[in-house]
Structures are given as structure tokens and as C-alpha cells.
């Protein structure tokens, strides 16, 4: 069941409805368990956020056939799912959408390489969506984005001198360029006009990375049975997350705690959660949060007058406010 999220959007939510099923019949590994896990983690689906703003911003171009569409929408949740694999390889995460990942149940090498193969899936469906060579080479240079963001984060673990900066350039990479690519393909794969191409980019980035600073709030103050995954599963992997950061540049007390590492205990996680809190970091994330939020509804009212426009809008404003 597509999240209810889109109920709001009932002829995203339609698009999205028939997209489900197509996604199961895109992957097929011969490991049968493992195939069914897969499976399993596409039918959990989260919010498909990127393939439902891909559908929302392809209303601004021309009339397309369904089918290239589908192919689209496809390639980019498959290419999501398979970084989500690789995240939980490398984060060591036993909960991803309410269901155990692919790794606690069959090791890291498996999970690695189930995820190798979504993103063959991702480029069978790209393949699909065009044949256009520099709309193919778009897909390349995004996809060395999302794994250079993804490397990046690797050697930021356990840096408590990680700036705002650092975490920026971290998340564009990581999270915002495969919403940027969403917003992108919607346009190019309906022939709007390349000024509508590089505003989607543009808007796609500022949602991307507010979506982002959100998902690293509620790693401090989620509910892991609204968010189907471990509150402050971040913190001890080692990844220090806006929060974190600028309650970092706020006092000195979490300096010692942070000093341990991987030897954090129970307590002292706990201690490390309520001091980002006092000290502002999480209500300072959320300001930031909104700033960027803002600048992407700017950017949305220079979009053509449709009822996408305000679709749009409405779905922004309500990502904003989201508690999951």
C-alpha cells in the first residue's frame, strides 16, 4: 500500500499505486532468500518520494508514454533502495522500514552484493526511460555523486571537527543529488523546457537536503515505531549529524563523551541525546530546516501556474511538519 502520505495526491498516488508491483518484477536473483528480502524491503516501499516527485514534476512537460514513465520512476527507487542496502551494510542497522535488513540475515557480503545487482536493476530501467547519451551520462554523474557522498561519510566518522560545511557537502552528495535527479528526469523525460530541467534541480536539491537535516532530528527525538528504524542509530555508528554538530560548537561538554567512540555505552548515549537537545541543537536544525524549505517554495512559485505547481507546494510544506 502506497504510503498515506499521497492520499492528498490522488493522481500521484495512482502513478505510485501501479509503480508497486512493477518494482517486484524489475528484480530477479536467483539466490531465492535473498531475492525475497529484496522483495520484501521494495514492498515495505517507505514514502517512494523520489519516484512520487519525479511523477509531480514531469506534469510541467509534454504528454509522455506511461510505460517510459513507469521506467523512470522505477530506476530511481531502485537506485534508492540499493544505496539503503549498502547504508546498512556500512551503519550496521538491523531495522530498515520495519523489517530486518538484508545484512543481519545474511551477512555483509550478500547485502553487498544484493545491492551491486539493484544497481543494475536502476540502469535496466534508465535503459528503459531513454536513450538519450547525455541524459545517460546525467545518470552516471549523479550516481559518482550519491557514492562519493556515501565514501564521504565514511571519513567523517567519529570526527568531532566536522563543520556545517562538511555536513553540507555530505548530505548534497549522499541524499539531495538523487532527489535533484528526480525532479530532473520528471522534466527531461517529458521535454520541458531546459529552464524547467535546471529550476527542478535546483528545487530538488533545497527539499533534498531539508528531508535530510529532518531525518537527522529524529534520530534524536524520533519514535522508532513511527520512524521503523533505531533512534540515535547515527551517533553510534559514528556519524555525526547536524544535531550533533552545532550543539558541538555550543559547549564543551560532549567533548569527552564523543572522545569514546565506539566505546559509548547505553548512558552515555542517552547523556549525548539530552545535552544536543538543551544546547539548541535540534531546534537550531529545525530553523535551518525551514530556511530551506522556504528557499525551495521560492523556487516553486517561478513554476508555471498548474495545478502541479500547488501540488508541489502543499507536498513541500507538509514534508516540513513530518514526525516519521
Given at each position: 500500500?502506497v504510503?498515506?502520505?499521497?492520499?492528498?495526491f490522488?493522481?500521484?498516488?495512482t502513478?505510485?499505486?501501479?509503480?508497486q508491483?512493477?518494482?517486484?518484477?524489475a528484480?530477479?536473483?536467483?539466490?531465492?532468500p535473498?531475492?525475497h528480502?529484496?522483495?520484501q524491503?521494495?514492498?515495505a516501499s517507505?514514502?517512494?518520494?523520489?519516484?512520487?516527485?519525479?511523477?509531480l514534476?514531469?506534469e510541467?512537460?509534454?504528454p509522455?508514454?506511461?510505460?517510459?514513465?513507469?521506467?523512470g520512476?522505477a530506476?530511481?527507487?531502485?537506485?534508492?533502495?540499493?544505496?539503503?542496502?549498502?547504508d546498512d551494510?556500512i551503519?550496521?542497522?538491523?531495522?530498515?522500514?520495519?523489517v530486518?535488513t538484508?545484512?543481519?540475515?545474511?551477512?555483509?557480503k550478500?547485502a553487498?552484493?544484493?545491492?551491486d545487482?539493484?544497481?543494475?536493476?536502476?540502469?535496466?530501467?534508465?535503459l528503459k526511460a531513454t536513450q538519450?547519451?547525455?541524459?545517460m551520462?546525467?545518470?552516471?554523474?549523479?550516481?559518482?555523486?550519491?557514492?562519493n557522498g556515501?565514501?564521504d561519510?565514511?571519513s567523517?566518522n567519529?570526527?568531532p571537527?566536522?563543520?556545517?560545511?562538511d555536513?553540507?557537502?555530505e548530505?548534497?552528495?549522499?541524499?539531495?543529488?538523487?532527489f535533484?535527479l528526480?525532479?530532473q528526469?520528471?522534466?527531461?523525460l517529458?521535454?520541458?523546457p531546459t529552464?524547467l530541467?535546471?529550476l527542478?534541480?535546483?528545487?530538488?536539491?533545497?527539499?533534498?537536503?531539508?528531508?535530510?537535516i529532518?531525518?537527522?532530528v529524529?534520530?534524536?527525538?524520533?519514535n522508532?515505531?513511527k520512524t521503523?528504524?533505531?533512534?540515535?542509530?547515527?551517533l553510534?555508528?559514528?556519524v555525526?549529524?547536524?544535531?550533533?554538530?552545532?550543539?558541538?560548537?555550543?559547549t564543551k561538554?560532549?567533548?569527552?563523551?564523543?572522545?569514546?567512540?565506539?566505546?559509548?555505552?547505553?548512558?552515555?548515549?542517552s547523556?549525548i541525546?539530552r545535552?544536543?537537545i538543551?544546547?539548541?541543537?535540534?531546534?537550531?536544525?529545525?530553523e535551518?530546516a525551514h530556511?530551506?524549505?522556504?528557499?525551495?517554495?521560492?523556487?516553486?512559485?517561478?513554476?508555471?501556474?498548474q495545478q502541479?505547481?500547488v501540488?508541489?507546494?502543499?507536498?513541500?510544506?507538509?514534508?516540513?511538519?513530518?514526525?516519521?
Open positions: 500500500m504510503h498515506q502520505l499521497w492520499r492528498q490522488p493522481q500521484i498516488q502513478k505510485l499505486t501501479d509503480l508491483p512493477y518494482l517486484l518484477t528484480v530477479s536473483l536467483n539466490n531465492q535473498i531475492h528480502k529484496v522483495l524491503l521494495l514492498k517507505g514514502k517512494l518520494l523520489r519516484p512520487g516527485f519525479f511523477y514534476f514531469s510541467f512537460g509534454q509522455t508514454d506511461p510505460n517510459t514513465l513507469r521506467s520512476a530506476a530511481l527507487e531502485l537506485l534508492h533502495v540499493a544505496t539503503l542496502i549498502h551494510v551503519d550496521q542497522s538491523p531495522i530498515r522500514r520495519g530486518a538484508v545484512h543481519t540475515e545474511f551477512g555483509q550478500n553487498i552484493y544484493a545491492g545487482y539493484l544497481f543494475t536493476c536502476y540502469f535496466t530501467e534508465v538519450d547519451p547525455k541524459n551520462q546525467r545518470h552516471v554523474e549523479a550516481m559518482q555523486t550519491i557514492l556515501e565514501l561519510q565514511m567523517y567519529y570526527n571537527k566536522m563543520s556545517e560545511a555536513y553540507f557537502h548530505i548534497t552528495g549522499k541524499t539531495a543529488e538523487l535533484k528526480s525532479f528526469q520528471g522534466a527531461i517529458t521535454n520541458a529552464k530541467v535546471t527542478g534541480g535546483e528545487i530538488g536539491l533545497k527539499i533534498g537536503q531539508a528531508y535530510q529532518l531525518d537527522d529524529l534520530d534524536y527525538q524520533g522508532t515505531k521503523r528504524k533505531p533512534v540515535l542509530e547515527d553510534q555508528s559514528g555525526y549529524t547536524l544535531p550533533l554538530i552545532l550543539a558541538n560548537q555550543q561538554a560532549l567533548k569527552p563523551l564523543l572522545a569514546k567512540k565506539q566505546q559509548l555505552l547505553p548512558p552515555d548515549i547523556e541525546q545535552i544536543v538543551e544546547s539548541g541543537g535540534v531546534a537550531k536544525s529545525l535551518i530556511q530551506l524549505t522556504s528557499e525551495a517554495l521560492d523556487l516553486i512559485s517561478q513554476l508555471p501556474d502541479a505547481k501540488d508541489l507546494k502543499a507536498l513541500t510544506q507538509l514534508l516540513l511538519s513530518r514526525d516519521q
